[in-house]
């Protein structure tokens, strides 16, 4: 088991709502990652946060935005909901500059939209 | 968008044979490594080869990695129940802006 904890494990919402999901790293780690993932499908990566900037981003729209705090948690928030943004949402964490490539995931929030 | 795919989808063996599961990627990598989840939770990490190395060896896991052919294998031997799992590859690349790129995954289970 990782030290990632992410919140809340379950989540319902309605089709063009915002919602705001939790993640807090490993201790140590200055780096963390969103993936979504679809059913069936492998983690798509979201975007990444180290020392509080974003420094990468995969094909997601503008209105999938995240904060990385100075204690190196994170949220991910997502405006106007819509129903294919239904997916298990994980959050990894890691040490980028110990140049340490493995990344420590959380157990992911499921997110469901209707 | 997806890396690469894994092959197969789907495996279905008995405990105590070799699993083999194979991941095709399309560019250039620093890493590759192979994470397993369980029941679409989170993943772990299990194994990582550098693009310098062409097998590694982690306990039952053995990985090899080909960049000419931009392909990698996971083969778990004499499988167990607590193996099924959905088993992913993911290319990396080195530095702090890196990110992971996953594969399709391949769903083993682990038959008494």
């Known amino acids: 088991e990782t030290g990632v904890t992410q919140s809340p494990t379950h989540l319902i919402k309605t089709r063009g709502q915002q919602v705001t999901l939790r993640c807090s790293s490993q201790?140590?780690?200055?780096?963390v990652s969103w993936y979504q993932q679809a059913l069936g499908q492998g983690p798509q990566f979201i975007f990444q946060?180290?020392?509080?900037?974003?420094?990468g981003r995969g094909n997601f729209p503008p209105r999938f935005s995240g904060l990385q705090f100075p204690n190196y948690s994170s949220e991910l928030n997502v405006n106007a909901l819509e129903l294919d943004d239904s997916a298990l949402y994980l959050c990894?964490?890691?040490?980028?500059?110990?140049?340490?490539?493995?990344?420590?995931f959380g157990q992911g929030t499921r997110l469901t939209v209707v | 968008s997806q890396q690469g795919e894994e092959d197969p989808q789907a495996l279905s063996i008995q405990e105590g044979e070799n699993a083999t599961m194979n991941c095709s990627y399309k560019?250039?990598?620093?890493?590759l490594q192979w994470y397993r989840q369980n029941s679409g939770r989170g993943l772990v990490h299990l194994i990582l080869i550098r693009s310098n190395e062409r097998e590694k060896h982690s306990g039952r896991l053995r990985v090899t990695l080909d960049t000419s052919k931009k392909s990698s294998s996971l083969l778990i031997t004499a499988s167990r129940a607590a193996d099924t799992a959905s088993y992913f590859c993911?290319?990396?690349?080195?530095?702090?802006?890196?990110?992971?790129?996953f594969g399709t995954g391949t769903r083993l289970q682990v038959t008494l």
């Open positions: 990894a964490s890691r040490d980028a500059t110990q140049a340490l490539e493995v990344a420590f």
């Open positions: 560019t250039s990598i620093n890493n």
């Open positions: 201790s140590g780690h200055n780096t």
């Open positions: 993911a290319t990396g690349i080195t530095g702090t802006a890196s990110k992971l790129t």
């Open positions: 946060y180290y020392r509080e900037e974003e420094n």
